[in-house]
């Protein structure tokens, strides 16, 4: 038991203000109905100016150290938005310190939305060739819905993007799951597809990129992506997903639970195609929106308070990000 690691309890947090379809129609010229019927999309989370990412990685991990001593933490991986308070900076800091986890060093993991998947792999291997370390805890917080510009015709859509923070805490020793195995591959051909123009020392900030809306998330040219794009994303996906389950002992036909990114209801669909399961046994964000690389820990959130977790079953941790990476790890119940 005590080399069985995995995820002891997770957490997240949300801020008050909710935008709904109808105003992000509003603001985006799209028709309500096709927002929540094609994009899978009813409301979101929006921060105030007065919450940033760490502050919402903080609020989800407090709960979590009602039930854990602070001082029990040995890690503290931040593997939230790249978004957050400053550039140039670690928040990871901050949320240790903010969190009074003393004992815990922190550093940060960010390959944007493909990133849980991931920190679940890299946080079981720590504790599988490090013994002195018993407890890391994941957390990440997602202001993308400030980094929207619904005036650009090329990346508007990404309306989806959504604000909160989720929290995991990976443990040796727990009898409550198991982080099993990873699959992840990188595409990079994707590289200059999706970014933000300016802030970096390519275009380092001045009047001039403010003026041109360059500090806000764009696609540089849509129809080459999407042409470059769909032939391989979904065949991607269904590798990682396909591999994970297999490295794991098991095959498709045994998954319960599959915990995706959220994305347009059409490729949530094709998730479903791919791992043979109905919609009652996945988690699809359409209150929620996209949260960078947030979305499958809060679906495992989601999943144990809506008691679709059992003893013994196998959990999917599936996610994507620009660049491109798509990654997906494997999880059992209990």
């Not at 709960?63 to 890690?75: G, K, N, Q, R, Y």
């Not at 508007?156 to 040796?172: Q, S």
């Not at 001039?208 to 065949?235: A, F, G, W």
């Amino acid at each position: 038991m005590r080399n069985k690691i995995g995820i002891e309890v997770t957490s997240t947090f949300f801020p008050n203000q909710v935008e709904t379809a109808a105003e992000l129609a509003l603001k985006t010229e799209i028709p309500e109905h096709i927002i929540t019927e094609k994009f899978g999309l009813f409301e979101k989370h929006v921060a105030g100016d007065d919450m940033h990412a760490t502050d919402m990685a903080i609020e989800a991990a407090r709960s979590i150290l009602e039930e854990v001593d602070p001082l029990s933490i040995d890690v503290i991986i931040y593997f939230g938005s790249p978004h957050k308070d400053y550039y140039v900076w670690s928040g990871s800091a901050k949320i240790q310190h903010e969190l009074g986890a003393k004992n815990a060093y922190a550093f940060e993991m960010m390959n944007v939305s493909s990133c849980f998947p991931i920190a679940l792999k890299v946080a079981k291997d720590m504790l599988h060739s490090d013994q002195s370390i018993e407890n890391i805890l994941l957390v990440g917080g997602c202001k993308e819905s400030q980094i929207v510009d619904y005036e650009n015709p090329r990346s508007r859509f990404m309306f989806n993007f959504a604000d909160g923070g989720a929290a995991a805490l990976v443990t040796r020793g727990t009898s409550k799951s198991e982080i099993l195995e990873s699959a992840i591959m990188t595409d990079g051909s994707f590289y200059k597809d999706v970014l933000v123009p300016a802030g970096g020392s390519k275009n380092f900030p001045t009047v001039q990129t403010v003026q041109e809306r360059m500090h806000y998330i764009d696609v540089t040219n849509p129809p080459d992506m999407k042409e470059r794009l769909d032939p391989v994303s979904i065949k991607n996906f269904a590798k990682v997903m396909k591999q994970s389950m297999e490295k794991s002992g098991y095959r498709m036909s045994d998954l319960n639970l599959l915990l995706p990114l959220h994305t347009k209801r059409s490729m949530f669909e094709q998730f479903l195609e791919i791992t043979g399961i109905n919609e009652e046994k996945a988690i699809y964000l359409d209150h929620h929106g996209h949260m960078s690389s947030l979305d499958p820990c809060i679906g495992l959130h989601f999943a144990e308070q809506e008691g679709k977790l059992q003893p013994g079953d196998i959990v999917l941790t599936v996610s994507a990000g620009t660049g491109y990476t798509w990654a997906a790890t494997v999880i059992k119940w209990g």
